[in-house]
């Protein structure tokens, strides 16, 4: 599937939103239930930008249709740390890009800096887990009844990758 790889610009808050939110209405892949509102996904976005957090974002026909961002941890002790988050648009899920864009998204955060990058994954979700074991994460534990979606209580694999 041929879409276009790249950091993510502050005019494409919206078109993010739009994608994070068809992912998160499915309350299945991503721990949210909707998106947040546009002002605060414009905050995120820009703040990722000027700070050069790994932001990348697959674009179709001028829409994203799908991300990897890789924040640093919220912890001063973890500087060191990126905490990933990606979703897919359902349409494009099956096809090699979610593989293309983890792998664009971690080459940033390891030039970025981070030594170590850190997921959580639905335990029910086991073609996302293998996708992020075949680009380098390793299981460090399950998280129990960690998400609670539609009174459904969801196991959480927490996952790492140590920069190569």
């Known amino acids: 599937m041929e879409a276009e790889l790249r950091q993510i610009r502050v005019d494409e808050a919206e078109s993010f ?10 309350h299945r892949y ?31 026909d001028g829409a994203v249709v799908g991300w ?26 099956g ?8 792998r664009h998204a971690l080459s940033a955060a390891d030039n970025f800096g981070f030594k170590r990058v850190e997921l959580g994954v639905f335990a029910a979700n086991p073609v996302a ?19 609670l979606i539609d009174g459904t209580y969801h196991d959480e694999i927490v996952m790492a990758r140590l920069k190569p």
Request: net charge positive.
């Open 95 to 102: 096809k090699g890009l979610g593989e293309s864009l983890i």
């Open 129 to 147: 887990a293998t996708l992020y074991r075949k680009v380098g994460f390793t299981e460090e534990g399950v998280k129990r009844g960690a998400i």
């Open 30 to 60: 991503i721990a949210l239930l909707e998106s947040p509102p546009i002002e605060q996904v414009r905050d995120f976005v820009k703040r990722n930008v000027e700070r050069g957090y790994p932001q990348i974002v697959a674009v179709r």
């Open 17 to 26: 939103r739009f994608a994070v939110d068809a992912v998160a209405r499915e």
């Open 68 to 93: 990897c961002n890789i924040p640093p941890a919220a912890r001063a002790v973890s500087a060191h740390v990126g905490d990933l988050f990606m979703g897919l648009v359902a349409e494009y899920r």
